[in-house]
């Protein structure tokens, strides 16, 4: 922590110390790992470094592992201005659970969910995982039975990547035992309409939410943004990233900082930024950018809007992505109405798919 501490104090020099802190986030289960004294004072350190607010406007979320949290715990985050908790599940099926070496009781769960409700929290989310070893559509609706008892604020549902060769953890999970694609494709179908049916606002990108969330309220209202913390209420900031691994974004510039705890300290002990790579953004960039961003928050885009912000004519311009476009028409994903990409309801749940044919990274 001492040298994150020195990472805040290089940082802080390179921004305006007037500026507001509109998002923080803990990531990763930091409660885990850090004792009450220690998330204290990394708290103090980055109120000593940075502006936070205090009158709880700011989006302040932290991850938390339902396991190893306490009522204690909890509690105090809420008094160091958190006031948005993430909870990993991922599966309740025993099965599950054993075959990805996560055994997770539905008590724990609803245990650290009631105690962030006691406490105040805005919003707890809980997140799940399909494609995993086991999972079967029958045994992921009684997963869904058990979590939309709850009442989450929000749910987040992600597709499970098995990439053993980058995660060695994951070497142990055998392939055989993981879901086809058509019993994948079950799951999520089925657990989208569960979640509507239930009155969840389906937000994009695996992201659902009560009507009443924020997020839902945002979307609603064509105000809804994302960013590498995730969908947000707050207009596109500046990201600064500490510690291990993380990722920073500041105008149209991204960067990351070391991978490994030997070469972030040796970095920092030599009085530099841990960063090891970055890349600046071009016209182009920042154009696919937007638009991207402005389907998976808002399912729609003016292209003539696009097209004057930008000078260009946005049909000659992406004469490449055409017949992808027309694909997408196609298969009843999208239409185009007076100018504008409007995302038909099928097309949401495959939003990301959609914004790919905008990414020319991908080719």
């Given at each position: ?188 179908q089925m657990t ?73 300290c040796a970095a ?96």
């Amino acid at each position: 922590l001492d040298r994150v501490y020195k990472e805040m104090a290089m940082q802080a020099e390179l921004f305006d110390a007037e500026r507001w802190v509109d998002q923080l986030h803990w990531g990763g289960g930091t409660p885990t790992f850090i004792s009450h004294a220690q998330m204290r004072e990394l708290m103090q350190q980055t109120r000593k470094y940075f502006k936070l607010r205090d009158d709880d406007s700011g989006e302040y979320s932290i991850e938390i592992d339902p396991r190893e949290v306490s009522a204690e715990t909890i509690s105090l985050l809420r008094e160091l201005g958190f006031n948005r908790m993430s909870l990993g599940v991922q599966d309740f099926d025993p099965q599950v659970q054993k075959a990805v070496n996560r055994i997770q009781t539905e008590a724990e769960t609803m245990a650290a969910l009631e105690n962030a409700r006691k406490s105040g929290f805005k919003s707890v989310s809980i997140d799940l995982i399909y494609g995993l070893p086991f999972q079967s559509v029958e045994g992921f609706a009684r997963t869904l039975d058990r979590v939309l008892a709850a009442e989450p604020d929000r749910l987040s549902v992600f597709n499970y990547a098995h990439l053993p060769s980058m995660f060695p953890p994951q070497r142990r999970i055998s392939e055989a035992a993981l879901p086809d694609p058509g019993v994948k494709l079950e799951i999520l179908q089925m657990t989208n309409e569960r979640l509507q049916q239930a009155g969840y606002v389906y937000i994009g990108m695996d992201h659902f939410a009560r009507p009443d969330d924020e997020l839902a309220v945002a979307q609603r209202n064509g105000q809804l943004y994302r960013n590498f913390q995730g969908y947000s209420t707050h207009a596109d900031c500046d990201l600064i990233g500490l510690g291990v691994t993380s990722i920073g974004k500041v105008g149209n510039s991204y960067s990351q900082n070391m991978r490994t705890m030997d070469e972030y300290c040796a970095a920092i002990d030599a009085g530099r930024l841990p960063v090891f790579r970055g890349v600046e953004l071009d016209q182009d960039d920042a154009l696919r950018r937007e638009i991207i961003t402005e389907l998976m928050c808002n399912f729609h885009l003016n292209k003539a809007a696009i097209g004057t912000k930008y000078s260009i004519d946005f049909d000659l311009y992406f004469a490449h992505e055409q017949n992808e476009i027309k694909q997408l028409l196609h298969d009843g994903l999208i239409r185009i109405e007076g100018g504008n990409i409007l995302v038909e309801p099928a097309g949401r749940f495959l939003i990301r798919n959609i914004c790919m044919v905008f990414d020319k990274y991908l080719r």
